[in-house]
């Protein structure tokens, strides 16, 4: 079974881990997931850029060649190189040794360009060498030049909006795939049906507020989606839930967007009507949830700032 491997940013660790596990499994539901610090190591036969392009948190990926104890290449290991015109050598150095990194980067390069007919090339090569030093074992990989991803463009912003990655994140949480429907019942300007769409699954968004109705409209237009998008309140999620496979969602905070209520009585009430057997997750300020036991399969707070810090529940 092929392996993969991903190097993540360190800023939402949990999170970005449990992503790659997510979108994983979404697509093969026997992927296997290796944990080593920031690398994460998965086999599956989904090919690693496929769960790479819909990951948020991804610095590097590529696929595993080989596991070394050592540093001992040979000729076979660079069949990759064959159709090759330019590669690149980049090491990456999770474990407590210290290397000079440049220097072995240009070594290997060195070396490799005995056993292949490609040329060094720092920048845009057709294929970058991966050697990944970790304290228990070594990893030698490689990527292949991959296509820039088209990020939707938005062109209404609000003060309340969620950054795309958190909204990416938890899409990806709840396993969703292409052709399946997410819905957002608090759509705000539309990040989530944005995101939704450029991963190709459709998106439903409702919205009390007319002016946050208008903006998201304005924002799927100008990237030609086609979700829906209701003036309404969440409440109306239970006439339309046959209609859509999970929810992603950000609550009010009572801050920046209007709000019906109170956060916690929406946040309350919001529990109260949830669909059963449908894939959750759901975004609000950590002290909303005080005196309410909300349960779900895994909770990660994200700190903000000293005023704000969220949280997000998995259902
Ligand atoms: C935190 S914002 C959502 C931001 C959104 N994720 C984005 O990226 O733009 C919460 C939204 O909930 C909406 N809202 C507040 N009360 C509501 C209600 N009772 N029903 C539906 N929407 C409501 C507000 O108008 C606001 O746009």
Redesign the pocket.
């Given at each position: 079974m092929p392996e993969s491997f991903f190097i993540l940013s360190k800023d939402y660790l949990e999170l970005a881990t449990d992503e790659i596990i997510a979108i994983s499994k979404t697509y093969d539901r026997f992927a296997k997931a290796k944990i080593i610090s920031n690398l994460i190591i998965i086999q599956s036969k989904t090919n690693w850029n496929e769960i790479a392009k819909r990951a948020s948190f991804v610095k590097v990926s590529g696929q595993i060649l080989r596991k070394m104890s050592g540093l001992f290449l040979d000729e076979e290991n660079f069949g990759v190189l064959k159709n090759a015109k330019t590669f690149v050598c980049r090491i990456i150095n999770l474990s407590v040794n210290q290397f000079n990194i440049l220097e072995l980067e240009r070594s290997m390069g060195d070396m490799i360009s005995k056993f292949s007919h490609a040329k060094v090339k720092l920048e845009d090569p057709d294929i970058t060498i991966y050697l990944i030093f970790t304290d228990k074992e070594n990893f030698f990989g490689f990527s292949k030049r991959a296509k820039e991803q088209n990020r939707p463009t938005k062109i209404k912003k609000?003060p309340?909006?969620?950054d795309w990655k958190l909204?990416r994140v938890m899409i990806n949480l709840i396993g969703l795939k292409e052709g399946e429907t997410v819905c957002?019942?608090?759509?705000?300007?539309?990040?989530?049906l944005l995101e939704a769409e450029s991963m190709g699954i459709h998106a439903i968004g409702?919205?009390?507020?007319e002016k946050?109705c208008e903006i998201t409209k304005e924002n799927l237009k100008v990237n030609g989606y086609k979700s829906k998008v209701f003036k309404?309140?969440?409440q109306e999620l239970l006439k339309i839930s046959g209609k859509f496979d999970g929810i992603v969602?950000?609550?009010?905070?009572g801050r920046a967007?209007?709000?019906?209520?109170k956060p916690e009585e929406?946040l309350k009430k919001f529990f109260a009507i949830l669909p059963k057997r449908k894939r959750i997750a759901i975004m609000y300020k950590k002290e909303s949830d005080r005196n309410l036991k909300l349960n779900g399969q895994k909770k990660y707070e994200i700190y903000r700032h000293k005023s704000l810090t969220r949280s997000i529940l998995i259902k």
């Open positions: 609000y309340h909006e969620l909204t957002d019942p608090f759509c705000g300007t539309g990040t989530t409702l919205d009390f507020d946050m309404s309140d969440f969602t950000d609550l009010p905070y967007s209007r709000t019906s209520e929406i």
